[in-house]
């Protein structure tokens, strides 16, 4: 789905510009985000890794009504998560079609999240096409690239 649609109604969200794969979406006030789109396809998931280089936050979109590919999103994370260019990068899980039946939030156990040392994280549940859950989730998201830039004290 095309984020400008997701994104319809929103009023804490302007669309800035968007292509297919390439979103720039701004929260009133601020930030603004680029989103690069790159799709599930396992054909292209190869490619991602050319999307790693300066990523300050990833956004890793889960379908939540599909229990059975869990395990699948599991170890692709965990494979975005393993690159050299990522290490340290919080991200945000949305779980995404909270409003079909048999939809639920991946558990942080299913997901094991709690290995990802070094990654601050947090796991929204998400409705795109209503755009619930979507501001929350880029705000958290937000908040942790900040918390990650802020120098730290010795």
């Known amino acids: 789905m095309p984020m400008q649609k997701a994104i319809v109604g929103l009023p804490q969200v302007v669309h800035v510009n968007s292509n297919p794969y390439l979103h720039r979406i701004r929260l009133k006030p601020t930030p603004t985000f680029t989103v690069w789109d790159v799709g599930d396809q396992e054909k292209i998931r190869i490619l991602w890794k050319h999307y790693f280089i300066n990523t300050d936050g990833l956004v890793f979109v889960m379908d939540s009504s599909d229990c059975e590919r869990f395990s699948e999103a599991k170890e692709e994370l965990e494979a975005i998560l393993e690159d050299v260019?990522?290490?340290?990068?919080?991200?945000?899980?949305?779980a995404n079609k909270q409003d079909l039946p048999g939809a639920r939030r991946p558990q942080v156990e299913e997901l094991e999240l709690r290995k990802q040392r070094g990654h601050e994280w947090h796991m929204q549940g998400c409705c795109a096409t209503s755009g619930e859950g979507l501001v929350e989730g880029l705000e958290k998201l937000s908040e942790l690239v900040k918390q990650r830039k802020k120098p730290r004290a010795f």
């Open 85 to 94: 260019e990522m290490k340290g990068v919080p991200f945000v899980i949305l």
